[in-house]
């Protein structure tokens, strides 16, 4: 049978050959597919810009549905949903501002590097690795910038350890 392409963006698959791939990537139903998914990972300040740009959809707020759908230069937001977007804007915004408040002012990430990279070069000299380890853990608990910390769904191997250390459970077995 061959090999075949599968396309992520429009549910699709077809025999995997150099024209169909290419006459596949530069269609318009894949265009639009691939925006599609794009802008589902669009800010709101950004999708705020673009409907304020664009002119109301007459056949949509007449009707409330357009021939067009998705793909309409017009915009199908009413004005109470535009009112809404700019408030969500907004207090997305004070919250950004918010946090970057409560973050160690005038500190920044290049800062700490460096100064982290100083103390683990002035430990790395003595080659003492109990004050190496002793150092890490203080550096842990107090020097670790809070910008870092506040990054939501950090993946478990760039969270910081846990005050205590990790747990380590003697009864699994390996293999």
Known sequence: MGKRYYC???????????????????????????????DN???SAAILNDEQEKKPCRKFLQKGICDFG???????????ELFNLKRQVE?????REDSEDRIMPGRSIEEWL???????????????LKNEEDSEES???????????????????????????????????WG
């Not at 207090?91 to 919250?95: A, L």
């Not at 870092?148 to 478990?156: A, G, H, R, T, V």
């Open 41 to 43: 990972f669009r800010d």
């Open 70 to 80: 998705f793909n309409c230069r017009f915009s199908h937001m009413t004005e109470e």
């Open 139 to 173: 550096q842990a608990e107090n020097g670790i910038l809070q910008q870092l910390l506040s990054i939501p769904d950090l993946p478990p191997s760039l969270q910081p350890p846990p005050p205590g250390g990790w747990k380590v459970n003697m009864n699994t077995e």
């Open 114 to 128: 460096s100064r982290r990279e100083k103390k683990r070069a002035a430990l790395g000299s003595k080659g003492d």
């Open 8 to 38: 992520d963006y429009c549910d699709r698959s077809f025999q995997d050959n150099m024209h169909n791939r290419k006459k596949h990537l530069n269609g318009v139903q894949h265009h639009r597919a691939k925006k599609a998914w794009f």
């Open 91 to 95: 207090d997305e915004r004070q919250h």
